[in-house]
């Protein structure tokens, strides 16, 4: 019986070796689960974030609402590892009339989502139900 394999031991011995040490380290548990998707040809690492995408093939972001001040979304935010830059720092923490702590902090329990649309495609005078 020929043999047909093309990957020699010397190719395989890096990846396995790093295969074995990722499986007894403290997340094995979920390598070894992605492991098992990888074998079944699924996708080993499965988006599981509040990234989607709508009908139009546009990122939707949705988030449920925390009530939280503008501050204590950067705390939570930065403690997550997100960084907020200047701009997002500054709008959060305005004190202006229109300002997100008076007029547009996310409710308790409500379900908010976000449309990120190319401005080249975002046209005049378009409703917001188009882009959904």
Known sequence: MANHAQLTARDIS???MQLL???QGDDGPEVLEALKRFNRKENPWP????FHRNRNGHWVIEMT??????AQEIERLEAQGILVDYLAKQMLLSNASDSYDG???LEKGG???IALIPWYKVKQMRSIGAYA
């Open 14 to 16: 890096g990846p396995y």
């Open 21 to 23: 040490t990722n499986l």
């Open 47 to 50: 988006l599981t974030s509040f």
């Open 65 to 70: 609402g925390l009530d939280l001040t503008g």
């Open 103 to 105: 007029n547009h902090r």
């Open 111 to 113: 379900i908010y989502r």
